[in-house]
């Protein structure tokens, strides 16, 4: 089994969590697969979800103008290209820090356009919790469609079509290491041991590796998107040294070493 093989970095990063933004905004502690489908369809070009609301919209004008009878739709309505094209690639994310977890700091800046708030002045006093030097390392499975051929040529050669960036252009993103892989056979001479985030269905029972102290970072984490309206599908991602009572499904090795694909 194929796959290409890169290590993802920035100097800070910012995934927000959708749930708070009272007194901050909070940021999820690993890029998640919306996300990263994001960043992937920026590198090939594909639209987003600004441009599927404009065309949404287009379509509506037009059936306005010659006075056609159609179902009204969200401008929402449908996937945005990027995601439409790349949701069935399985990728195996890795956290590259200690126990899986990045420090965080909390950023404060002003939005003074003028508009952005109701106070004297139009300034709007921006809280929001960023990475410290996140770090992971991404693997791709080939399914074999154009995309993913596409994916590897641009990702190998360096190229890209728009900048990747971390959640939004406050974070530029960093691409090393990329290489294609050749993947084996899940790897239990050790044990039902993971080495990367994996979807937490099956129970930890086990003990950790020999000579590393224990530890279990989880996440509830976004890994789909809801086709209506675009909400985040979640599901509780793991990261962990101790050992699994069974190994998660699509599950695939590389240097003796465990990586789930979601």
């Given at each position: 089994?194929?796959?290409?093989?890169?290590?993802?970095?920035?100097?800070?990063a910012c995934f927000r969590?959708?749930?708070?933004?009272?007194?901050?905004?909070?940021?999820?502690?690993?890029?998640?697969?919306?996300?990263?489908?994001?960043?992937?369809?920026?590198?090939?070009?594909?639209?987003?979800?600004?441009?599927?609301?404009?065309?949404?919209?287009?379509?509506?004008?037009?059936?306005?103008?010659?006075?056609?009878?159609?179902?009204?739709?969200?401008?929402?309505?449908?996937?945005?290209?990027?995601?439409?094209?790349?949701?069935?690639?399985?990728?195996?994310?890795?956290?590259?820090?200690?126990?899986?977890?990045?420090?965080?700091?909390?950023?404060?800046?002003?939005?003074?356009?003028g508009y952005a708030s109701?106070?004297?002045?139009?300034?709007?006093?921006?809280?929001?919790?960023?990475?410290?030097?996140?770090?992971?390392?991404?693997?791709?499975?080939?399914?074999?469609?154009?995309?993913?051929?596409?994916?590897?040529?641009?990702?190998?050669?360096?190229?890209?079509?728009?900048?990747?960036?971390?959640?939004?252009?406050?974070?530029?993103?960093?691409?090393?290491?990329?290489a294609e892989v050749t993947?084996?056979?899940?790897?239990?001479?050790?044990?039902?041991?993971?080495?990367?985030?994996?979807?937490?269905?099956?129970?930890?029972?086990?003990?950790?590796?020999?000579?590393?102290?224990?530890?279990?970072?989880?996440?509830?984490?976004?890994?789909?998107?809801?086709?209506?309206?675009?909400?985040?599908?979640?599901?509780?991602?793991?990261?962990?040294?101790?050992?699994?009572?069974?190994?998660?499904?699509?599950?695939?090795?590389?240097?003796?070493?465990?990586?789930?694909?979601?």
């Amino acid at each position: 089994m194929k796959a290409i093989s890169f290590e993802l970095s920035g100097k800070t990063a910012c995934f927000r969590k959708p749930d708070v933004n009272q007194f901050a905004y909070f940021t999820y502690n690993n890029i998640h697969k919306p996300v990263l489908l994001g960043l992937l369809g920026a590198i090939l070009g594909l639209k987003g979800h600004i441009q599927l609301s404009n065309e949404n919209r287009q379509i509506e004008e037009e059936n306005k103008a010659i006075k056609k009878k159609a179902d009204k739709k969200p401008l929402n309505s449908g996937f945005p290209e990027f995601y439409e094209k790349l949701k069935d690639l399985k990728i195996s994310i890795t956290p590259l820090a200690p126990h899986g977890y990045f420090s965080k700091k909390i950023q404060v800046f002003n939005n003074s356009v003028g508009y952005a708030s109701k106070e004297m002045g139009g300034n709007l006093i921006v809280r929001e919790q960023w990475l410290e030097e996140p770090k992971w390392q991404i693997m791709i499975l080939d399914n074999g469609s154009k995309e993913y051929e596409q994916l590897k040529e641009y990702l190998l050669k360096g190229k890209a079509v728009y900048v990747p960036y971390l959640g939004k252009n406050d974070h530029p993103a960093t691409i090393d290491e990329v290489a294609e892989v050749t993947l084996d056979e899940v790897y239990l001479k050790e044990g039902n041991y993971m080495d990367s985030l994996f979807v937490k269905r099956e129970k930890i029972t086990g003990f950790e590796r020999e000579g590393e102290m224990p530890f279990i970072f989880q996440e509830v984490s976004p890994l789909s998107l809801q086709e209506e309206f675009h909400f985040y599908e979640y599901e509780t991602l793991c990261f962990t040294n101790q050992e699994l009572d069974s190994m998660p499904h699509n599950t695939h090795s590389l240097n003796q070493k465990n990586y789930s694909f979601f």
